[in-house]
C-alpha cells in the first residue's frame, strides 16, 4: 500500500469530518487559526501519550496486552483532556456548539498523529485496515473528545471558576466510550458503522440546541445590557438594585474606588454587548470589524480591574453576570481586536 493511499484513508476522512462541523457553526465561534492551534495542542498530546505508553511498557510492571486494554484509554483521554480544560482556562469554549467544535479538533490532532506515526513506524497494513482507522478509530477520537467538552460546557457554564470536578464526569464517559470501542464486541467493521451513523446525528441535535440557546441568550442579554447601559447614562442606575448595592459599599470602598466600580461595570456591559452585535450580524452573514475605539475601551478595562483589585471585582460580578458565556463573548472582540494590531 502506497503512503499516500494511507494517508487518504487514514486521515482525510476526521479532517472532513471536522470541517463539515465547522461550516455548520452558522455563529462562526472557532475561527479557522483557533482550530488549527487547537489541532496541534492535539497532535502535542498524541505525542504526550505516546511517550507515557513507552514509559510505563519499559518499566515491565503492566503486560502490554493489560496496558493497552484497560489503561491507555485513561491515559489518552486524560492527554486530551489537558487541552480542553485549558481552552475552558482562557475562555475560548461558551456554548455547546464551539465545545463540540474544539473538543472534536482535539481529537482529530490526537488522531491524525496517532495514524501518521502507525504509517511511518508500524507494519504494513491491508486498505480495509486504515480505512477502518480512518472512519472508525479516528473519528471515535474526535467524537469522545467533543463528548468531554460538551458535558464539561454543560457542567461549568454557570460558573466562573474551572473546577477540576467540572471535567470529572466527561473525562470518565470519554474513557469508558474509548474503551469500550478497542473491545470489539462486534466486527472493527460493526464498530466503524456505528461511529460514522451515530456521531453526526448526536452533533446535529447538540448543534441544533445551543443554536436555540444561543439565539435566546443573544436576544435576552442584549436588551439586558442595553438597558443596564442607558440607565448608567441617564443617571437611574442609583435607583436600581445593582445602584444600591455600590452605595452599601461605601463603608468598604473608598470614593474613587467606587467612581471606578461604576466604569468598570459601565465598560464591561458596553464591550459585552458590542460582542454580542458582531455574533448577531455573523448569523445573518455579515463579518464586521470592531470600532476604532474598541482597544480603548479593553485598555481601560484593564486598568480599572487592577485599580478596583480582586476583591471590587468579586464584589461585582452578580452584577457582571460573570460566567464562561460573559468571558467568551468578550474575547470574541478581544481577538478582533488582537487580529487588527497584528495587521498593524
Known amino acids: 500500500m502506497t503512503l499516500l493511499t494511507g494517508i487518504l ?46 514509559w510505563v511498557l519499559a518499566d515491565g510492571a503492566l503486560s502490554r496486552t493489560v496496558y493497552l486494554n484497560y489503561c491507555a484509554p485513561f491515559v489518552e483521554e486524560l492527554c486530551k483532556g489537558v487541552v480542553i480544560y485549558c481552552l475552558f482556562r482562557l475562555s475560548r469554549i461558551g456554548f455547546l456548539v464551539d465545545a463540540a467544535i474544539l473538543g472534536f479538533a482535539v481529537g482529530t490532532g490526537f488522531a491524525v498523529y496517532e495514524n501518521l506515526y502507525l504509517l511511518a513506524m508500524g507494519p504494513d497494513l491491508l486498505p480495509g485496515v486504515w480505512l477502518i482507522r480512518g472512519l472508525g478509530t479516528a473519528v471515535m477520537h474526535g467524537g469522545v473528545a467533543a463528548i468531554y467538552a460538551i458535558l464539561a460546557q454543560r457542567f461549568s457554564e454557570r460558573s466562573l471558576r474551572t473546577r477540576f470536578l467540572y471535567f470529572t464526569p466527561g473525562l470518565l464517559i470519554a474513557t469508558v466510550l474509548h474503551w469500550s470501542f478497542n473491545q470489539f464486541y462486534f466486527s472493527p467493521l460493526v464498530h466503524t458503522v456505528l461511529v460514522v451513523a451515530l456521531l453526526p446525528i448526536l452533533l446535529v441535535q447538540i448543534f441544533r440546541k445551543s443554536a436555540v440557546a444561543m439565539h ?38 473608598e470614593g474613587p474606588t467606587l467612581v471606578d466600580m461604576l466604569c468598570y ?80
Not at 475561527?31 to 496541534?40: M, S
Not at 443573544?218 to 447601559?229: N, P, Y
Not at 481601560?300 to 453576570?321: D, N, Q, T, W, Y
Open 216 to 253: 435566546e441568550w443573544l436576544q435576552l442579554d442584549f436588551d439586558s445590557d442595553a438597558g443596564l447601559i442607558e440607565q448608567i447614562v441617564s443617571g437611574e442606575f442609583k435607583r436600581t438594585r445593582a445602584g444600591e448595592f455600590l452605595s452599601d459599599l461605601r463603608d468598604r470602598f
Open 265 to 344: 461595570l459601565r465598560i464591561y456591559t458596553e464591550l459585552a454587548l458590542r460582542a454580542k452585535g458582531v455574533l448577531m450580524m455573523r448569523q445573518h452573514g455579515f463579518e464586521v470589524e470592531p470600532d476604532d475605539d474598541v482597544q480603548e475601551l479593553f485598555a481601560e478595562l484593564e486598568h480599572l480591574e487592577g485599580s478596583i483589585g480582586k476583591v471590587g471585582v468579586l464584589a461585582m460580578r452578580p452584577f457582571l453576570h460573570f460566567d464562561h458565556k460573559d468571558l467568551w463573548q468578550l474575547t470574541v472582540l478581544n481577538r478582533k481586536r488582537s487580529a487588527r494590531k497584528a495587521g498593524g
Open 9 to 54: 484513508m487514514g486521515v482525510l476522512p476526521v479532517l472532513l469530518f471536522l470541517s463539515v462541523l465547522r461550516y455548520m457553526d452558522s455563529y462562526r465561534l472557532t475561527p479557522v487559526v483557533t482550530v488549527l492551534w487547537v489541532l496541534a495542542a492535539g497532535v502535542i498530546s498524541a505525542v504526550v501519550a505516546l511517550h507515557i505508553h513507552s
